[in-house]
């Protein structure tokens, strides 16, 4: 396998793990696997000082740090989403919706109430 192969079926791995986190967000077992995943970021040497160790022959764990780096780095967070406002766009829709609900939905995440109608 060349080069640009190998490196493509990285890339498709790496997106296919990203679309799994994303629709894992904000769910215990998604929240998690990002825990799991951040603490990995960062290659464990044993050192209390993180320049005191030659990086020299850790080119494969640098390279695995970088990795999950790189993959929790493009992963959307939730408060980066505004679903678009009205009764409609929600996953399960009040019973009854009348315009007062409509003029808060649409001013969600304002920290101000609607005014009254």
């Known amino acids: 396998m060349d080069d640009q192969t190998t490196e493509g079926?990285?890339?498709?791995?790496?997106?296919?793990?990203?679309l799994i986190l994303r629709e894992m967000a904000e769910t215990p077992i998604g929240e998690r696997v990002e825990a799991?995943?951040?603490?990995?970021t960062t290659m464990r040497d044993g050192q209390?000082?993180?320049?005191?160790?030659?990086?020299?022959?850790?080119g494969v764990e640098l390279a695995v740090a970088e990795e999950f780096r790189r993959v929790l780095e493009d992963i959307p967070?939730?408060?980066?989403?505004?679903?678009?406002a009205g009764s409609e766009s929600m996953r399960e829709a009040p019973a009854q919706w009348d315009e007062v609900d409509e003029i808060s939905d649409?001013?969600?995440?304002?920290?101000?109430p609607p005014p009254s109608p």
């Open 48 to 58: 209390e000082d993180p320049g005191a160790v030659e990086t020299a022959g850790l």
């Open 36 to 40: 799991i995943l951040r603490d990995r």
């Open 9 to 18: 079926r990285l890339l498709a791995h790496r997106r296919i793990l990203q």
């Open 77 to 84: 967070r939730a408060a980066d989403f505004v679903r678009p």
């Open 106 to 112: 649409g001013s969600f995440p304002a920290s101000d």
